[in-house]
């Protein structure tokens, strides 16, 4: 019965041209953690795939991942034999990096799941740009306790939504990507 439907669902989706924006559904789902991410993110993705519609949407832990992975196994069934099925990725702090198998027992494919090296959203920013926010040299921005909510550096006292929006807004395809970030807009240029 799977093949079965499986086969279905891949006849469908050639018959719609393999895009899923001929359904108004987006090409590939991003889940992150805050609203940082969401802020940022959405930035990127603007940035280097600007042809592509990709959702993203917040979670909070491991936990919500697994409610909204819920979720969209209730919309599309089966995730594994979905149209989505490597088209949902997520990108999770380092502290629930021990529960990515939980994640890829939802039927997420291993290269969709990506566990920043560093504890947030805010260490990938381009430093020339955080510099820039706090009116300092790039070489001080390891001194900048990025974790912290409000940040607070250089006499200057920015929320992490508000540090998120300042780099969104001066962000360009001129400043250096993290090398984490490229590979997860190579997979979404995969996907």
Not at 59 to 72: A, R, S, T, Y
Not at 75 to 100: C, E, M, V, W
Request: some cysteine; hydrophobic content about 40%.
């Amino acid at each position: 019965m799977h093949s079965t439907m499986l086969d279905l669902h891949k006849l469908q989706f050639e018959m719609l041209c393999n895009e899923l924006e001929t359904l108004f559904l987006p090409t590939a789902i991003v889940m992150v953690e805050g609203d940082s991410d969401v802020i940022f993110m959405t930035k990127i993705i603007q940035l280097h795939l600007p042809d592509r519609k990709i959702s993203i949407i917040r979670v909070k832990g491991d936990g919500e991942v697994q409610n909204k992975l819920h979720i969209l196994r209730e919309a599309f069934g089966d995730l594994q034999l979905s149209p989505y099925h490597n088209r949902i990725l997520i990108a999770i702090d380092q502290i629930h990096s021990l529960k990515t198998e939980r994640i890829k027992n939802q039927g997420i494919n291993e290269d969709n799941i990506f566990v920043w090296s560093q504890n947030g959203i805010e260490y990938f920013y381009p430093q020339e740009l955080v510099a820039e926010g706090f009116r300092c040299s790039s070489n001080d921005v390891g001194n900048i306790s990025l974790e912290n909510d409000p940040i607070e550096y250089n006499g200057i006292r920015k929320t992490k939504k508000e540090l998120a929006e300042y780099i969104a807004r001066k962000l360009n395809l001129e400043n250096h990507l993290n090398d984490e970030l490229v590979s997860l807009i190579e997979q979404l240029k995969r996907v």
